[in-house]
Nanobody, 123 residues
Framework: QVQLVESGGGLVQAGGSLRLSCAAS????????MAWYRQAPGKQRELVAR????????YADSSVKGRFTISRDNAKNTVYLQMNSLKPEDTAVYYC????????????????WGQGTQVTVSS
């Protein structure tokens, strides 16, 4: 079993910054991709950014490029999302998603979601 604990959401004014964290713990052998998704009211969940174990990143939406930065600390099994120049349209519940292999033998793949953290940007 793998647990994900998210933190860092909150209320911020437009133009402000927030840093989200998602720490994975439990039966982890290795982690491949770590990602952040978001879901705004009345909309589908969408990918924001993904980072692989190699450090390669991709940002799904051009609207966040240059404003959001995804990073990870492999020693802490933690992924971060630094969000700068926040806009009201960034308001959503942000979810982390982690995929990898557990410590069973042979290792089994896993894919877990965090509980979500609310980000609200006021105008």
């Amino acid at each position: 079993q793998v647990q994900l604990v998210e933190s860092g959401g909150g209320l911020v004014q437009a133009g402000g910054s927030l840093r989200l964290s998602c720490a994975a713990s439990g039966s982890i052998f290795s982690i491949d991709a770590m990602a952040w998704y978001r879901q705004a009211p009345g909309k589908q969940r969408e990918l924001v950014a993904r980072i692989r174990s190699t450090g390669s990143t991709n940002y799904a939406d051009s609207s966040v490029k240059g404003r959001f930065t995804i990073s990870r600390d492999n020693a802490k099994n933690t992924v971060y999302l630094q969000m700068n120049s926040l806009k009201p349209e960034d308001t959503a519940v942000y979810y982390c998603n982690v995929g990898g292999y557990d410590r069973s033998w042979p290792p089994k793949s896993f894919d877990y979601w965090g509980q979500g953290t609310q980000v609200t940007v006021s105008s």
